[in-house]
Structure formats: C-alpha cells, structure tokens
C-alpha cells in the first residue's frame, strides 16, 4: 500500500470517494477517514482498528448546515455550536439527537450522533469536495494509545492503508460534551477543559 503526500489532495480524495480508508491529520490527532454514507466504508474503519461495534464513530462535517443534516438541534444549540466551531474554533466533538438518516454504524445502534467542525483545512477541503461528512476515529487500534505522528500510524497499520504523510498532530484528542436542555455536559476531558467551557457558560456539569 502507498503513502500520500498531503500535496496530492485528488489521489487522498479519490481513495475516499472509491469506498476506502485513509490515515490523515485532523486538527486534533491522525484519524482514519472514510466517508460516512458508504456503509462498506464505515465496516472497513471498524475491522482496521478491530473496534466493538458497540462504540460510535465520530463525524466531522464542514458547515453548521452539514451538521443538521446529520443531527437535529435547536436554535440555541445552533447557537451555542456557532460559538464553539465558528468563532473559537475550539476542537470540541459534540454529542446530539441523531437524524434517522444516520448510519446506525455510525451511532453504534443509538439515538445520538457525535460530530465535530475541525479546524484544518485540509479535512474541510476533503468533506466539501466529496460533498459528504467523514467518519474519523483515531488512527490507532481500539484501546491502544492515539496516534499524533506518521511515524506512529505507520507501526500501527503498516502498510494495510494508505496513510497522509503530514505535520505531527496535537497531542490532545477533542474535548467530547453532549449539548442538551439542561446545558453542557463534557463526557471527555481533551484540549479545552471544563474550566474553559464554564468561563462561558455557568450550565456546564
């Protein structure tokens, strides 16, 4: 299997519009990136990191209007994500109402659905491109340590898939929190912590 530089970003999107895998840089650490309306894809992400079916994936997307494709939310969870994804551009995966369009892969057989806006534009090129949000899971086999580096993806994977050879990543995974009626709740702690969340909003738990 090739590596590819993140220079060939046609030859990275050909892979993902083909029904296949790729290890990339996301804005937090490497993920494995396939797209999320290809079930076939989605099965092969699961298989590669010998991942439980009973764990969701998460989803990035380009836009809030690609998120409510994805999930139903109100107006001040639009809001709220306007805040987070737009202005602060804080890497934070959030935890919604999952529309019944949704791949049940996806949500791991459940009603909610965790999304994030990543702040790096080779993934919002690569998702506006093919039109559609992307799965990302962490590019590491499940329970083992992420992967921040190419160096590190190479000894999980090998050559199994083909792997963006890029900048090292941030050591930090996405901060995950569910957005609610009764506020904010951070299901895991990543690169913006609880104490950040709360200077802006008092209904954090």
């Keep these: 299997m090739y590596d590819i530089s993140q220079n060939d970003f046609e030859l990275a999107l050909d892979v993902i519009k083909n029904g296949d895998i790729i290890a990339a840089p996301t804005d937090t650490v490497y993920g494995i990136l396939a797209d999320a309306a290809n079930e076939s894809a989605i099965k092969k992400v699961f298989k590669l990191k010998n991942r439980p079916p009973t764990k969701p994936l998460i989803v990035l997307v380009s836009s809030l209007k690609m998120a409510k494709t994805m999930a139903d939310f ?21 935890i919604l109402k999952a529309k019944d369009s949704a791949s049940k892969l996806i949500t791991a057989g459940g009603n909610s659905i965790a999304l994030r806006l990543p702040n790096y534009q080779f993934c919002i090129d690569l998702i506006n491109s093919l039109e559609k949000p992307i799965v990302a899971p962490s590019a590491n086999i499940s329970g083992h340590n992420t992967a921040t580096s190419y160096e590190e993806v190479k000894k999980n994977f090998g050559n199994t898939i083909p792997i963006i050879k890029s900048r090292k990543c941030n050591n930090q995974t996405s901060t995950i929190i569910e957005l609610n009626r009764y506020g904010i709740k951070i299901i895991r702690e990543g690169s913006i912590t609880k104490s950040e969340l709360g200077k802006y909003l008092r209904n954090t738990y």
């Design 74 to 94: 109100s107006s001040k969870i639009e809001n709220e994500l306007s805040f987070f994804w737009l202005e602060k551009k804080y890497p934070i995966t959030v």
